[in-house]
Structures are given as C-alpha cells and as structure tokens.
C-alpha cells in the first residue's frame, strides 16, 4: 500500500492498483492508496510504502527498530488503545510483570510536550541573548547621548540661562533616548514581523503569528533600554554650569 505522494508522482492520470513497484530492486504490486494525510512540521505524510512485516524481516533482517502505527477510534479511546498495545507488545516481547517496557508509545500528546520542550529550550536561550544585546546597545547608547550633550554644551548653557531648570534638560535628552531606542525596537517588530510573513509563505503548514502582547513588550523593553541607559547623560548634562556651557568651544 502507497501514500498518495508516490501515486500521484509514480502514475500521474493513472490507477495504480495493480500495478508493480520496484522496492530496493524487487517488485511488489500495489494493493491498495491511502487516505491522504497531509503535512506535519511542514513535513509530508503521504510519502511512503507499506509492505508486509515478515517480508520486510526476509529483506532486512530483525534488528532495525520498527515503528508501529496504531489508530484509535475516538478520543475518548486513546488511553484504552494506548494499553491494549502496551498489553500485546509486552507479550509479544516475553517482558515479565515486574519488567518495564523496552519499547516506547508515542502518541500526539508525546510530540507535542517534546515541541513545548523544544521551543522552551530555544526561548529561555534566546532570552539571554537578547539580553546581552540589549546591554550592548544601551551602551551605544548611552555613547551616542554623551557625545550628543558634549556637541550641544553650548545650547545647554544657552536653555539654562534663559530659565530652564535641571529637569528640563534631563527631560529633553531622556525624551530623545527614548524616542531613539523606541524607534529601534518598532523597527525590530517590523523585521519580525516580516520574517513571520515569509514563513507562512514559504511553509503554510507551519503557521506564523506575532501576538499584540509581544509587540507592546517589546517597544516597551527597548524604550525602557533607552530610559535607564539615558539618564547618566542627562543627569550630566542638567549639571552643567550654566557659565562654563556658554563658555564651551
């Protein structure tokens, strides 16, 4: 029995059942097409032959691990299912009571605590990467605004002079932190959000959506890089002597 990939690649137009198909050099008739799947993880399912278990023993021997595929009825049956074929496997397999199973059930559950676990190994991983990069650039930052309050002294001498007081001015340049390191991250939620589209272009089978939550969050982190990072500049320049700013050349 094929899956319905092999059928429509091997015999465009045509019924394949009866006809042969040459499995490592020998030939095997067709016998039946099965239900299309579809994908999973962007992986096709219907893509595969079926033969007889003892005749693939004679050509491969017994010592290949075997993959057993075993449908439940409903839902409500898979616990069932899943002990009635961990009852035939352990007698298959001569395994006393007090023994434990030397096989492995895998249902839809089991793949899918194996993806959490997956994603949550990637998550917790990225986060700390994301960390060190932000840490990287609140100093660049931070830079950029000491560079920024050394090239406008003058101006700063000027604001005060004329009546602005110390919060003003850290107002002023924590305004322009902010503004720098939140545009930084609305551009960052855009590339990821582009990256999102192409995924679901390139695999439909595997879709990709940017929650609201996580793009407020992350505007929200990038802006705070800039507030926290911001405010030994600003805090420098609302310190500046008034009369040694207008000084400044």
């Given amino acids: 029995m094929i899956g319905n990939d092999l ?94 199973d030397n096989f492995g059930i895998f249902d839809q559950a089991t793949l899918m605590e194996l993806w959490k676990n997956l994603t949550g190994v990637i998550a917790t991983a990225m986060v700390g990467v994301v960390s060190v990069f932000l840490v990287i650039g609140g100093v660049v930052i931070m830079n950029v605004m000491l560079a920024t309050v050394t090239e406008r002294t003058r101006e700063i001498g000027i604001r005060k002079a004329l009546g602005a007081r110390r919060r003003d001015v850290i107002w002023q340049f924590l305004t322009e932190a902010i503004v720098l390191t939140g545009a930084g991250g609305v551009i960052g939620v855009l590339l990821g959000g582009g990256i999102s589209l192409l995924i679901n272009l390139a695999v439909p089978s595997l879709p990709s959506s940017i929650p609201l939550w996580a793009v407020i969050l992350a505007v929200g982190v990038s802006m705070s890089v800039g507030l926290f990072f911001g405010m030994y500049p600003a805090i420098k320049a609302a310190r500046l002597d008034p009369v040694e700013a207008l000084r400044y050349e």
């Avoid at 020998?26 to 993880?41: D, E, K, N, S």
């Avoid at 050509?59 to 035939?88: C, F, H, K, S």
């Fill in 7 to 100: 059928a429509t690649q091997l015999f465009p137009g045509a019924d394949p059942i009866g006809h042969e198909l040459l499995i490592d050099g020998r030939p095997f008739q067709i016998v039946g097409i099965a239900r299309t799947i579809g994908t999973a993880f962007g992986q096709s399912q219907d893509n595969f032959a079926y033969i007889p278990i003892q005749t693939y023993f004679k050509m491969y021997g017994n010592n290949d691990t075997i993959w057993l595929n075993i449908q439940a009825r409903g839902a409500e049956w898979m616990e069932q299912t899943q002990e009635e074929a961990r009852v035939m496997m352990r007698a298959r397999r001569h395994l006393a009571p007090n023994e434990k």
